[in-house]
């Protein structure tokens, strides 16, 4: 039941990810977030709690839609 729960979760961030839902993501997250962005095996990226994960997805929303 527990992985079922987690894939749950998972799923729900992606569908929320792919409809560049922040506020869907957001709900997801614990309020201390880590979040880093790896490219070239460098972190390109990051944003420590909600705020700042908040206002890095509503950026990249931006650019990518």
């Known amino acids: 039941m527990f992985a079922q729960a987690h ?31 790896l490219s070239g095996g460098r972190v390109t990226t990051s944003a420590v709690g909600i705020e700042a994960f908040r206002k890095l997805a509503e950026h990249a929303k931006i650019l990518f839609s």
């Open 7 to 37: 894939r749950h979760l998972i799923e729900r961030h992606l569908d929320a990810y792919n409809r560049f839902d922040v506020d869907g993501m957001v709900a997801l997250l614990a309020p201390e977030v880590f979040f880093e962005k």
